[in-house]
T-cell receptor, first 113, second 110 residues
Framework: LAKTTQPISMDSYEGQEVNITCSHN???????ITWYQQFPSQGPRFIIQ???TKVTNEVASLFIPADRKSSTLSLPRVSLSDTAVYYC??????????????FGQGTTLQVKP | KAGVTQTPRYLIKTRGQQVTLSCSPI?????VSWYQQTPGQGLQFLFE???????NKGNFPGRFSGRQFSNSRSEMNVSTLELGDSALYLC?????????FGQGTRLTVV
């Protein structure tokens, strides 16, 4: 399972776009990149998942360069409620390791008014 | 569709006791995983069950065990509780892609 590296913390202000980059140099060919969000004393919540190029949903965008050794989660116009810890994970959906998620330290995003 | 349900939400136990936590996955999900979250160690994988069989196991002592029933509901048991077992225990179910987490059980060992 590929190891991921993210910044420990980031600060932003309401209304700004936030980009969190994750490094995963040893990503395997069949691995996908998944981001989760966690609020204090709650379980992580799935945000977005992608394999290559760009994926967008109603809450975020995920940018993955051609070499796939990194990825960037983009949160448009953050609000105070986006203050949370964000985790980047890599793995192969549907494989026998799908249920074994290895979380790194995550990135603590603090959104200020 | 109902989410992942964990019971109880909060629990206080005495050192040396044992505890059983319960997790009801989303209907149709056959994979159930358990995680321990502490301020010092972060989110750590305990084990995963798939179709009543343990499919993956993390690096935890044998005091931590689990099982899964035919309806995919899962339980985890911790015997001989230690103070360091105080943590948020999270359960996640998966259909094979993303994982869906429950709210967790906050265990305090005194």
């Amino acid at each position: 399972l590929a190891k991921t590296t993210q910044p420990i913390s980031m600060d932003s202000y309401e209304g700004q776009e936030v980009n969190i980059t994750c490094s995963h140099n040893n990503i395997a060919t069949n691995d996908y990149i998944t981001w989760y969000q966690q609020f204090p004393s709650q379980g992580p919540r799935f945000i977005i998942q992608g394999y290559k190029t760009k994926v967008t949903n109603e809450v975020a965008s995920l940018f993955i360069p051609a070499d796939r050794k990194s990825s960037t989660l983009s949160l448009p116009r953050v609000s105070l409620s986006d203050t949370a810890v964000y985790y980047c994970l890599v793995g192969r959906p549907g494989s026998s390791n799908t249920g074994k998620l290895i979380f790194g330290q995550g990135t603590t995003l603090q959104v200020k008014p | 569709k109902a989410g992942v349900t964990q019971t109880p939400r909060y629990l206080i136990k005495t050192r040396g006791q044992q505890v059983t936590l319960s997790c009801s996955p989303i209907s149709g999900h056959r994979s159930v995983s358990w995680y321990q979250q502490t301020p010092g160690q972060g989110l750590q994988f305990l084990f995963e069950y798939f179709s009543e069989t343990q499919r993956n196991k993390g690096n935890f002592p044998g005091r931590f065990s689990g099982r899964q029933f035919s309806n995919s509901r899962s339980e985890m048991n911790v015997s001989t509780l230690e103070l360091g077992d105080s943590a948020l225990y999270l359960c996640a179910s998966s259909p094979g892609g993303q994982a869906f987490f429950g709210q967790g059980t906050r265990l305090t060992v005194v």
